[in-house]
Every structure is written in structure tokens, then in C-alpha cells.
């Protein structure tokens, strides 16, 4: 090959090789540039700033350097639990009382936290159920909420010696309100409450039932005495019908008497007749209307809650 042909191939060669070689520099440089980083996202933002309803809670801790003492018996109640709540507004001190950065800031400013003894029951029954409306959802309408009688009036938010926060024991937080009911359990024969065997709470549920009296709830309602009393709970093959429509409340007062069993009358006959003077009167029993002539119904009839043998409940 003649050596002047050559030279136009040395000459594209090389300078094919230095635009090789630029290339490869340019990219060198380009991965060695600090990248751009891009703009962060709405959601990102929102999820790192605070929102302004936050911003406004100062936390359990800032509380307790102007109210240490109350701060540490809170602190051995249930309710220290709320501290762990991830929301704000359901959280320790502030949880009840309101954002305290305003109250803060103002350097103690009564007006500017929410202070349960300067407020209704109905405003502080409604602080409270904002956590326990799931526990007891019929508090609004029970007798103790519509005579004012409200959370703060039995139990103490901040600290207590008795179980649920109670202000007092049982029966004495109860007959401070119910004088009229100590009495009955001062008679003869009684329900063991002062005695301690059983509480008020027991038979009633003192947040509201859809009964008088705040009276338990249960599907038989005899079950409230039942579950004490459970020889006379059944079922029975032969039911006394007062039983089911009546229930105990027919024959026995609840909370004292001075009948024996706690009757609401002094002798079982007459008792019995209220219901069966037309079976006692001119029969085989031999006894008037309403008397007590002879001998006591449950000498023979003395399965009277109920039978599983005879359908007039004779021994």
C-alpha cells in the first residue's frame, strides 16, 4: 500500500481516540457533581412540622415544675397511663385540663386552663367521657347526672386510696347522698353492706341503667339476686310465676327489714295471700282471705321459687 493512503486512515484513527477519551472525562466529572436534590412533598412537610393545635401543648413534664406535688401523686394512679397517648389532647395533665401554652406563657394564668372547680358537672362529666364514654355510655341520662351529681363528685382525678379513684369507701361515699337508704341496713336482718360482705356497686350501677334506681341490668333480672342466692336461681321444671313477673323485689325488700328473709310483709300467709286469697279462702287450706289462721303456706309449699317435682311446689 502506498504510504501516502495511509495517512488519511492515522488521522481518522486519532481523532476518533481523543473523542473516545473526552467522553469518558466528561462522565467522570459529571458522576463526581454533587446531585440536586429534589423538592420535598406536600405529605413530607406536613408530616414533619407540627400543626398549629399541637404546638399549643406543652406536655405532663412542664406541668410538674409548678405542680409537683399533685404531679406526683397523679403520677401513681391509673391516669399517669395517659402520658403514653400519642395525641396530645388526650395526653397526661393536658388531657383534661386543655393546652397549657397559653397558661404557661401567661405565667400561671388561671383563665387560660381549663380548672374543673370553676366549671358545671355537665361540663366536667363531658371532659371525662370524652375516654370513658365506651365504659359507661348511659351516664347522661342517668338520675345522679341529671341531679348535678357529675365524675368529680365521687371520684378523685388526682389521687385516691380506694379502688376506681373513689373520694370515699363504699358505703359511706354512697350515704353521703343516700341518707334515707342507712338506716335499712341498721335493721334486724340485712344485707351485709356495712359489714363490707357486699357494696352498693354490687346491685347498682351507679353510672346508669335503663332500670329505677340505677339497678343492674341483666338479661334475667333476678340475676342480681341470683347470683348470691343461687339455690333459688334455677331453671325450674314448675316456675312460680310471681318469680318471673314480679321477681324478688315481690316478696323481699333489697336493703333491710324487720321481717325475717327480709319480707316485705310479717307473716309468709298474708304475704302469700296477696296473690292466692282466692285458693286460701273456703278450701281445703281452711283459711279466710288474707288470714293466718292456721298453719304457714310454705309448711307444705316449700319449694316456692320454683320446682322441678310438683307444679304447686310441695315438698
Known amino acids: 500500500m502506498p504510504a501516502d493512503s ?65 404531679y406526683n ?20 395533665c393536658e388531657g383534661c385540663h386543655g393546652p397549657g401554652a397559653e397558661h404557661v406563657a401567661g405565667g400561671g394564668d388561671v383563665t387560660k386552663i381549663f380548672n374543673p372547680a ?36 365521687c371520684h378523685s382525678v388526682h389521687q385516691s386510696k380506694e379502688e376506681k379513684l373513689l373520694k370515699a369507701s ?19 336482718f340485712h344485707h351485709k353492706v356495712n359489714e363490707g ?13 335503663f332500670l329505677a334506681n340505677n339497678v ?14 343461687t339455690e333459688t336461681r334455677g331453671p325450674f321444671v314448675y316456675e312460680h310465676v310471681a318469680v318471673k313477673a314480679e321477681g324478688c323485689l315481690g316478696c323481699h325488700t333489697p336493703h333491710g327489714s324487720q321481717n325475717a328473709r327480709l319480707l316485705n310483709m310479717p307473716a309468709i300467709a298474708p ?15 281452711g283459711m279466710g282471705a288474707g288470714s293466718s289462721e292456721t298453719i304457714t303456706c310454705t309448711n307444705c309449699h316449700t319449694y316456692i321459687h320454683g320446682s322441678n317435682m310438683n307444679a304447686a311446689f310441695l315438698r
Not at 73 to 92: D, F, I, M, R
Not at 271 to 285: K, R, Y
Request: aromatic content about 4%; overall charge positive.
Open 271 to 285: 304475704l302469700c295471700n296477696q296473690c292466692h286469697s282466692g285458693v286460701a279462702n273456703n278450701t281445703v287450706h
Open 118 to 153: 370553676k366549671h358545671s358537672a355537665k361540663e366536667v362529666d363531658a371532659k371525662c367521657l370524652t375516654c370513658h364514654a365506651d365504659a359507661h355510655p348511659n351516664f347522661d341520662r342517668s338520675p345522679h347526672a341529671r341531679a348535678n351529681v357529675g365524675c368529680i363528685s
Open 170 to 188: 363504699q358505703p359511706a361515699l354512697c350515704f353521703q347522698c343516700h341518707a334515707d337508704t342507712k338506716p335499712a341496713f341498721n335493721m334486724p
Open 6 to 70: 495511509r495517512i488519511p486512515r492515522v488521522l481518522l484513527f486519532s481523532v476518533l481516540f481523543l473523542f473516545a477519551v473526552g467522553c469518558a472525562a466528561g462522565q467522570g466529572q459529571a458522576s463526581q457533581q454533587t446531585p440536586v436534590k429534589s423538592a420535598p412533598s406536600a405529605s413530607a412537610s406536613a408530616t414533619s412540622a407540627p400543626s398549629p393545635e399541637a404546638s399549643q401543648y406543652v406536655g405532663a413534664e412542664t406541668c410538674k415544675t409548678c405542680h409537683e406535688d399533685i
Open 216 to 229: 343492674k341490668s341483666t338479661a334475667d333480672q333476678n340475676a342480681i339476686c341470683t347470683k348470691c342466692h
Open 73 to 92: 401523686a397523679w403520677q401513681k394512679t391509673p391516669h399517669w397511663k395517659t402520658t403514653l397517648n400519642k395525641e396530645p389532647s388526650h395526653q397526661g
Open 197 to 209: 360482705l357486699i357494696t352498693c356497686s354490687d346491685c347498682h350501677d351507679v353510672h346508669g341503667t
